[in-house]
């Protein structure tokens, strides 16, 4: 027995519909339409069977009978609504006897049917349209005749896991930058999420084939915050990314600012040098022999063979959106066999090997010492005549003493003289270093006694020895010295001090050319004179002072 039988067809647009028991539930001569309402069958048979066609465009249903769901003999069709038709007995979900079966886009109804979602007596089914590809699966099935041909049967979806998303959130570029992209992101829940950009700027935009965030070029400086947002039925995960570009910083460029070849010398370098700033600068040869040339991979020059005696000054320049900054260097080609100015060695200070900024964790590169200032203690080093106190340290601010500043001014004669051979040392270490500065006339027997060599240097002592490490003719005058605020005719060893001012070896410690003779040496400042007395050309020169 049916619960509602209708010889014509059955409408239901709204209300609640309530039908419990063991019978059928809803039978029709005609058609039935159920466009709304809320309808609840438990029936022991058909739930609802129409001779007509089914048409269900709305409404919530709650079906579960023992015998079929829904049946029509007509066309069945599905085009909305939402609810739930199970049918444990066995028998089809929908069965639908005629040429079509139709599911359409739409409907959120889920079926539950033992034999298949959708059943047909008909060999031709036609099309079918169907919802929600998580709800249902299509298959064909070639059984017997009279059976159907297709069968929409329900597929349960897979349980919904919350969308991830990971990846890079922040990135800097310079200003000027090109294209790029971002590493990529990973994305992961059940089912698979979509990505989507919900906000930032048009510039940077969601790549979902490389998934990765593509920056197009032409940001100006400044911050850029984006957020991507994961999505699937289980839910939104969002991330939040920051592209910073930094604003333009003027480029800068430091590195070697002289060097000596004899004539005849093979094709050599320079050592390297150091460029930065924001965007990286490029570096050119603004002027220069042509044998001279700019290697941008080295960040070297690069000499060729064959330049004949002379000197060649070429300028550097290291440019960006900030501005341009040029570095001079010379080339000095000597006769061979000669090494002017003098008859000694200048041209044997080579650099050795290589300073890298922070190596000593005690020295601030933007000390008047460090690599960003003056390269006292990089210069000194370079060219082998200073080192750490360990591997890591170097304490600028030290005193030096007698005797230490003694070996520093013999490496410096041994060097200018060719010199290879090993000093043969005894106890104390450095008195084969004072042994030969007085052979060589760099100190007297009778300066210092033994226990001077172990205190702390003066700097008018620092300037006596240098004075005499190298022979005169390496210290020619190019400055004017009348008088000095603090070095008069009782200071001791005022001439070696006015000497080294002629010479542009020291300045002074302000516009005056105050001395300070009776200060203590440091580590830092003798590595200052060493470079002035090896490299002629870091000298000061044309100043007057008193």
């Known amino acids: 027995m049916m619960a509602i039988v209708a010889d014509g067809g059955v409408g239901i647009s709204g209300g609640t519909l309530i039908i419990p028991g063991s019978a ?25 069977g129409a001779q007509g066609s089914v048409t269900i465009s709305g409404g919530t249903l709650a079906v579960e009978a023992d015998g079929y769901g829904i049946g029509a003999f007509g066309i069945f069709t599905i085009n909305g609504g939402s609810g ?17 079966t139709n599911i359409v886009v739409g409907s959120t109804t889920q079926v539950n049917g ?4 959708a059943y047909t007596t008909e060999p031709s089914i036609g099309v079918i349209n169907y919802g929600s590809s998580e709800n249902f699966t299509t298959f064909i099935d070639s059984g017997a005749p009279g059976v159907g041909v297709v069968n929409l049967r329900y ?14 959130v922040t990135m800097s570029l310079p200003v000027g930058y090109a294209a790029t992209s971002t590493s990529v992101y990973t994305v992961a829940g059940t089912p698979a999420p979509t990505v989507t950009k919900t906000s930032g700027n048009a510039a940077i935009t969601w790549n979902n084939a490389t998934k990765k965030l593509d920056v197009a070029a032409g940001l100006a ?15 939104t995960a969002t991330l939040t990314f920051t592209l910073t570009v930094a604003a333009a910083t003027a480029p800068t460029i430091t590195g070697p ?5 004899a004539a005849g010398y093979t094709a050599t370098s320079t050592s390297a040098f150091t460029i930065a700033g924001t965007p990286d600068p490029t570096v050119t040869k603004a002027s220069g022999n042509a044998a001279i040339t700019w290697n941008n991979a080295t960040k070297k020059l690069d000499i060729a063979a064959g330049l004949a005696a002379g000197t060649y000054p070429v300028i550097l320049a290291a440019t960006n959106s900030a501005g341009t900054v040029t570095l001079s260097f010379t080339l000095t080609v000597t006769p061979a066999g000669s090494t002017p100015p003098g ?10 090997r290589t300073y890298t900024p922070g190596m000593f964790t005690d020295v601030n590169e933007n000390e008047w010492y460090g690599f960003n200032q003056r390269k006292s203690i990089a210069d000194a080093y370079e060219y082998g005549l200073v080192q750490g106190v360990t591997a890591t ?12 500043l003694i070996v520093l001014a013999v490496n410096v004669r041994r060097i200018y003289e060719g010199e290879t051979d090993p000093l043969i040392m005894f106890d104390p270490w450095y008195m084969v270093f004072i042994n030969y500065a007085i052979s060589k006339g760099m100190v007297e027997a009778n300066d210092f006694t033994a226990a001077d060599y172990t205190r702390a240097a003066s700097r008018a002592e620092m300037a006596y020895i240098f004075s005499r490490c190298l022979p005169a003719v390496e210290y020619p005058s190019q400055n004017t010295v009348n008088s000095l605020p603090d070095v008069n005719a009782g200071t001791p060893y005022r001439d070696a001090i006015f000497a080294l001012y002629r010479a542009g070896v020291m300045s002074g410690n302000d516009s005056a050319g105050t001395f300070l003779p009776n200060n203590k040496m440091n580590r830092a400042e003798a590595a200052a004179i060493i470079k002035f007395v090896i490299l002629p050309s870091t000298r000061e020169s044309g100043r007057t002072y008193g």
């Not at 739930?84 to 079509?100: C, D, E, H, L, N």
């Not at 400086?221 to 289980?234: D, E, F």
């Not at 060695?345 to 080579?350: I, K, L, S, T």
């Not at 340290?393 to 230490?404: A, H, L, Q, S």
């Open 84 to 100: 739930t038709i199970k049918t444990p007995g066995g028998a089809p979900g929908f069965m639908a006897v005629s040429s079509r």
């Open 155 to 168: 597929s349960p979806a897979e349980p919904a896991t919350l969308p991830i998303i990971n990846g890079p």
């Open 393 to 404: 340290t170097f304490v600028p601010t030290d005193n030096i003493t007698v005797g230490e």
């Open 114 to 117: 033992w034999d298949g979602a």
């Open 24 to 48: 059928g539930g809803i039978s029709a001569g005609g058609n039935v339409s159920i466009s709304g309402g809320s309808i609840t069958i438990n029936a022991g048979l058909g739930a609802i």
């Open 257 to 261: 600012t002289a060097m000596s070849l």
């Open 221 to 235: 400086a400044g911050t850029y915050p984006v957020i991507l947002a994961a999505t699937n039925r289980g839910g």
């Open 343 to 352: 008859s000694g060695g200048m041209a044997r200070f080579v650099r050795i």
